[in-house]
């Protein structure tokens, strides 16, 4: 039960306190840097007053955790140093290849990177919380996308406008275009309804098939609707998403205030035991 309730602060964090901003802004500045940083920065400190737990290792985790302390940090810093390496090296070339090849189908290039890049760059973290959730292991397999969510839009986005800056070698904040806005405001609103979901401490296959059909909706209308019309879908989608939250999160509106106080400050000790 804890352990869910530190879950909902998490997606109120990734939801509240970046995405409602985003899809009404032009650009994201060095300001906005700044802000997102913290919050990546509170997240982690407060995530970081859990206490430990024995995780449960299995296959080549198991094999690491039987070595030396030593070795085994060496060998935990390794295979991120591998990873580093492999993105570093193939990202780059990844993009280019995707680009070209949209261009030689005529495959629209948003549409490449909207949907064909993350199955890339995401499924190994979806395969990890399959296998928790394959184990019946929900919390810790949930606690694998919420946070991945919490760092993809607080430290992640948070660092582009650097990045840019850097590249420019100007103050100028990252450009957003109209089209990146409305797809911020759906991702926005998926956050909402996530949060109006857990609010009620549980996640019911009903929920999940709303989830499954609403994303499958949106996206089928997003290769039928003609080019000029395009975009309209995504806000329908997202209003329909932000109605269905308020309807669930007004349900559950008495759960919320003591939610968020778990979330954000009462100790784990306290939660652990509750």
């Not at 948003?110 to 990890?128: G, N, R, T």
């Not at 406008?161 to 991702?187: C, H, K, W």
Request: proline share 5%.
């Amino acid at each position: 039960m804890s352990r869910r309730r530190f879950f909902l602060s998490d997606i109120l964090v990734a939801c509240f306190g970046i995405k409602i901003t985003l899809p009404l802004k032009s650009q994201i500045t060095l300001f906005d840097s700044v802000i997102l940083v913290s919050i990546f920065v509170a997240y982690t400190w407060r995530i970081s007053k859990a206490p430990a737990e024995v995780p449960h290792l299995v296959g080549p985790a198991r094999w690491i955790g039987t070595l030396r302390i030593p070795r085994r940090r060496a060998s935990v810093i390794a295979m991120f140093g591998f990873a580093a390496v492999v993105i570093l090296l193939s990202a780059e070339h990844f993009a280019e290849a995707l680009v070209a090849t949209g261009e030689q189908f005529n495959i629209n290039e948003f549409l490449l990177i909207q949907w064909l890049a993350p199955l890339a760059s995401e499924a190994p973290e979806l395969l990890v919380a399959s296998l928790y959730a394959w184990r019946l292991n929900t919390s810790t397999g949930l606690g694998c996308l919420v946070s991945s969510k919490v760092n993809q839009w607080t430290l992640l986005v948070g660092t582009l406008p650097l990045v840019f800056a850097i590249a420019s070698e100007s103050l100028d904040g990252l450009p957003v275009e109209p089209r990146q806005r409305r797809e911020l405001l759906l991702t926005a609103a998926q956050s909402v309804f996530a949060v109006a979901t857990l609010s009620s401490l549980s996640m019911s296959t009903r929920s999940a098939l709303a989830l499954f059909v609403l994303f499958w909706i949106q996206f089928v209308l997003s290769a039928a609707v003609p080019e000029a019309q395009h975009g309209a879908e995504l806000v329908v989608v997202s209003v329909i998403y932000l109605a269905v939250a308020s309807v669930m999160l007004l349900r559950d509106r008495r759960a919320v205030p003591a939610l968020l106080r778990d979330g954000f400050q009462t100790p784990h000790a306290k939660l652990r035991h509750s």
